[in-house]
């Protein structure tokens, strides 16, 4: 479908996209695998992780530093916690990267990026992992730092990844001004989209969703409130959980992004104040609240 104003996500069109119904048992509702959170930053692959099982992954692996790997057992005791080696600033060290790919060889989906804090460390990291994957991927926050140079390093995954970039992380992978980018966002993303060959939501006042052949989507709602710590989080963990379930990249960034768009303006309403925690338990409301409206397949 060639490229064109975007189509707006909206309660029609999901109707008219269900997502696939849930059933079976945890093995038939996918894997999902998240890798991220130096020491500093624990919170940002518990979030994630959460918010997939939230919204219907069957499992989640967590593979984070081993300085945190404990607490975050105990805080998500329905994970299975990897520890990993880091370096001496907190971050992942690439010694952990064979076991990463160990873990990624049985996981329907990657979720690859949330907490990592150094993009120099994470591309190090990063490039050890994502070549040798073969499982759907969703890059997210400095994940996205693999990319920067190197476009076209998907190119094996066509199909089957996802990044949710920000603002500051899309410009970074074109190498162009963020003001530029955040000038035409839509242009940015499908520039990003079509180069890198995975599909593509874009955070901002509006999130795109834009597939690589061009094909585009937008999300007007949602509140200021989201521009908190942690949203992106949980908003990476809300569209890999629901890969798992079996939506397409595409799908699942537009079911994604209206669920966290939408939890956000009820939060807005009913507790003022909310935090990127709230968040994670109002999506799967929104989830249903939406597939009561059209049906599921």
């Given amino acids: 479908m060639a490229a064109g104003s ?127 994957l073969d499982s759907l991927l969703v890059l997210d926050a400095l994940g996205t730092a693999f990319l920067t140079g190197r476009l076209d390093g998907l190119r094996h995954l066509t199909g089957r990844a996802l990044l949710t970039p920000n603002l500051t992380e899309t410009a970074a992978m074109l190498e162009r001004p963020e003001e530029e980018v955040g000038d035409d966002q839509l242009g940015a993303a499908r520039a990003v989209a079509e180069a890198a060959g995975a599909a593509v939501l874009s955070g901002g006042e509006t999130s795109y969703v834009v597939a690589p052949q061009g094909h585009s989507w937008s999300c007007s709602a ?11 989080d949980v908003k990476a963990g809300a569209v890999a959980g629901l890969l798992a379930r079996g939506a397409t990249p595409e799908q699942a960034a537009a079911w994604g992004a209206w669920a966290h768009a939408r939890a956000g303006e009820r939060l807005a309403r009913e507790r003022p104040g909310f935090l990127a925690r709230d968040v994670s338990r109002e999506i799967p409301q929104e989830l249903h609240r939406a597939e009561e409206a059209g049906g599921s397949s």
Avoid: Y
């Fill in 222 to 232: 949602g509140v200021p409130g989201l521009a908190t710590a942690g949203s992106g």
């Fill in 6 to 132: 975007p189509t707006p996500i909206d309660t029609d069109l999901l109707r008219s996209w269900p997502l696939p119904r849930q059933g079976g048992d945890k093995s038939d509702r996918g894997t999902v695998l998240v890798v991220g959170g130096a020491r500093q930053t624990p919170g940002a692959v518990l979030l994630a992780a959460e918010t997939a099982l939230r919204v219907g992954a069957g499992k989640v692996q967590v593979a984070t530093a081993s300085d945190t790997a404990a607490a975050l057992a105990v805080a998500l005791p329905e994970a299975f916690v990897q520890p990993l080696p880091v370096l001496h600033n907190g971050e992942l060290a690439v010694a952990g990267a064979d076991r990463v790919v160990e873990l990624a060889e049985k996981a329907d989906v990657v979720l690859l990026g949330s907490g990592l804090g150094d993009p120099e460390c994470a591309d190090l990291f990063l490039t050890q992992i994502v070549p040798r």
